[in-house]
Nanobody
Framework: QVQLQESGPGLVKPSQTLSLTCTVS??????????WSWIRQPPGKGLEWIGN???????YYSPSFKSRTSISRDTSKNQFTLQLSSVTPEDTAVYYC???????????????WGQGTQVTVSS
C-alpha cells in the first residue's frame, strides 16, 4: 500500500519560498498512469488543488498558483517537491501531497493522501 509523507518547515516568512517534500513508500512514483499532486486547505476553507507532476516530469498547475509554483521530482529518492514563491499570510494552510489520477484542477480523483503538514506564513 502506497504511503505518502510530507516534510518541510512549519513556519515561513512572508516573501520567502515555501518548500515541501513528499516521500513515497510502498510503490514507485514512475508509473505513467499516476500523477503526484500538491493540495492545500487554508483555515476555514475548502481544498485547493495546486498542481502535479507526471510522466516524463510533465507538470500541470492550477491557474491560481501557476505564476509562483514549481513541482519537481527525484525518482532515485522516490520523492517529489513543491516550491511556492513570494508567500503571504494567505498561503497559511495544511499542505497535502497525494497520488492522483488526473491533471484536472480537482481533488475528486485523488486515490492516496499524505497526512498533511501545517505551514504558517508569518514574520
Amino acid at each position: 500500500q502506497v504511503q505518502l509523507q510530507e516534510s518541510g518547515p512549519g513556519l515561513v516568512k512572508p516573501s520567502q519560498t515555501l518548500s515541501l517534500t513528499c516521500t513515497v513508500s510502498g510503490g514507485s512514483i514512475t508509473p505513467i498512469y499516476y500523477y503526484w499532486s500538491w493540495i492545500r486547505q487554508p483555515p476555514g476553507k475548502g481544498l485547493e488543488w495546486i498542481g502535479n507532476i507526471g510522466y516524463r516530469d510533465s507538470t500541470y498547475y492550477s491557474p491560481s498558483f501557476k505564476s509562483r509554483t514549481s513541482i519537481s521530482r527525484d525518482t532515485s529518492k522516490n520523492q517529489f517537491t513543491l516550491q511556492l514563491s513570494s508567500v503571504t499570510p494567505e498561503d497559511t494552510a495544511v499542505y497535502y501531497c497525494a497520488r492522483d489520477t488526473t491533471v484536472m484542477n480537482t481533488t475528486a480523483y485523488v486515490v492516496s493522501w499524505g497526512q498533511g503538514t501545517q505551514v504558517t506564513v508569518s514574520s
